[in-house]
């Protein structure tokens, strides 16, 4: 099972948000993250924990191991507004939708 | 270009079937493991099911175990999930996505297709 959160987020272009998920057990660095737009397919934007998928740009960055994760947007750009979810084998987060304050 | 593009969603009554295709191109196909994934109206992403590149191994969730089988025709670079018994939850959206498996045991998926559109209600 894998907790995500915040559910949702408000943030402003330029802010630092971070999203993170917890694992019920130990599951090494085997943890990714995927950026989905309304109406589109999800895209990998992080795999097995802090490895950046090529073409993604480098103000996205994810971290962790064992049980807790985090992603992290350092900047936030207009085109970053999306929702995120994280994913371990056959298993989604909850998602979280970040939105524009 | 490394493409997967889903087809034959329908609008289908409860209790009836329906046959996804997933056409891929660009890659490798029959060394590829391969998902279904899911998503209802407003929701989250749902693990559907998997194939192994073969077509020998292949797994389900339980919500579809049963009513559900996938396959695969890697001489015409297909993946397919054929889906009987459909109910009202079974509503969504559904992507197959191309795996990049590590030793079998983990893995993420970094090809996805647009995505097919079945919708079950009386």
């Known amino acids: 099972q894998m907790t995500q959160s915040p559910s949702s987020l408000s943030a402003s272009v330029g802010d630092r948000v971070t999203i993170t998920c917890q694992a019920s057990?130990?599951?090494?660095?085997?943890l990714n993250w995927y950026q989905q737009k309304p109406g589109k397919a999800p895209e990998l934007m992080i795999y097995y924990a802090s490895n950046l998928r090529t073409g993604v740009p480098s103000r996205f960055s994810g971290s962790g191991s064992g049980t807790y994760f985090s992603f992290t947007i350092s900047s936030l750009q207009p085109d970053d507004f999306a929702t995120y979810y994280c994913?371990?084998?056959?298993?989604f987060g909850q998602g979280t939708k970040l939105e524009i304050k | 270009e490394v493409q997967l593009v889903e087809s034959g969603g329908d609008f289908i009554q409860p209790g009836g079937s329906l046959r996804l295709s997933c056409g891929a191109f660009?890659?490798?196909?029959?060394?590829?493991?391969m998902n279904w994934v899911r998503q209802a109206p407003g929701k989250g992403l749902e693990w559907v099911s998997a194939i192994s590149g073969s077509g020998e191994d292949t797994f389900y969730a339980d919500s579809v175990k049963g009513r559900f089988t996938i396959s695969r025709d890697n001489s015409k670079n297909t993946l397919s999930l054929q889906m009987n018994s459909l109910r009202a939850e079974d509503t969504a959206t559904y992507y197959c996505a191309k795996r990049i498996d590590n030793r079998g045991k983990t893995y993420y998926m970094d090809v996805w297709g647009t995505g097919t559109t079945v919708t079950v209600s009386s």
């Open positions: 660009g890659f490798t196909f029959s060394t590829s493991n």
């Open positions: 994913q371990r084998v056959d298993t």
């Open positions: 057990q130990d599951i090494g660095n085997n």
